[in-house]
């Protein structure tokens, strides 16, 4: 059975700390990891990672993939209280577009 | 541009009344459409999902079902809602052959009572 699981469950950090959260699969037919973030409604999306290695980066969020390992981090430096939000990672399979959530991290940034 | 409305934002009701979810998507043709449920504070769980008009495929047994009666329409339905089925309900859409992930809808909080 495909799953995804993410770590921490939750986290509690304070202003200007650096976070990392995890993301392992196992998953059939494995084709792209993404990350979304969720604040209040409905969550929007990070990253999109294919290959293994290569660090994508968006401001002070960055990730990558390792597809021999089968995990994934998110990094978040220098954290702000807007970073506050459920951060959630999905698997994307090969043959039909089906997304395969983790259960999230949450993640509260104190000021 | 591609936009996805789903409504009402929130809505309570009570047990063993019927329920009825809709989403829509503008600007694109022919998406994948899913419908998703989150507990509290938690990650999504597939409910449905529609490739096509009339096609529903179901994840989960459960005590809801989907129709999608128009191409860019997909309903969530219930004939006699539980109190297990409170929760945020999220619709999303993708396109087959162009997936970049999802795009999400604003989300339906439920709560049965």
């Known amino acids: 059975e495909d799953k995804v699981v993410q770590s921490p469950l939750s986290l509690v950090v304070h202003e200007g700390d650096t976070v990392t959260l995890n993301c392992s699969y196992e998953v059939t037919n494995f084709r792209s990891l993404l990350w979304y973030k969720q604040e209040k409604k409905a969550p929007t999306f990070l990253f999109m990672l294919t290959s293994s290695g290569i660090e994508k980066k968006s401001g002070r969020l960055s990730s990558i993939l390792d597809k021999k390992e089968l995990f994934s981090i998110l990094n978040i430096t220098a954290t702000q209280t807007g970073d506050s939000a459920i951060y959630l990672c999905a698997a994307d399979r090969e043959y039909g577009n089906k997304l395969v959530f983790g259960a999230g991290t949450i993640l509260r940034v104190k000021s | 541009s591609q936009t996805i409305h789903q409504w009402p934002a929130t809505l309570v009701q009570p047990v063993g009344s019927p329920l009825s979810l809709e989403c829509t998507v503008e600007?694109?043709?022919?998406?994948?459409l899913y419908w998703y449920r989150q507990a509290a504070g938690r990650g999504l769980q597939l409910l449905f999902y529609s490739v096509g008009i009339g096609q529903i495929s179901s994840e989960v047994p459960q005590n809801l079902s989907a129709s999608r009666p128009q191409d860019r329409q997909f309903i969530l339905s219930s004939k006699k809602l539980l109190l297990s089925d409170s929760g945020f309900y999220l619709c999303?859409?993708?396109?087959?052959?162009?997936?970049?992930?999802?795009?999400f809808g604003s989300g339906t909080r439920l709560t049965v009572v």
């Open positions: 999303a859409w993708s396109v087959l052959g162009r997936f970049w992930g999802y795009t």
């Open positions: 600007g694109t043709s022919n998406p994948n």
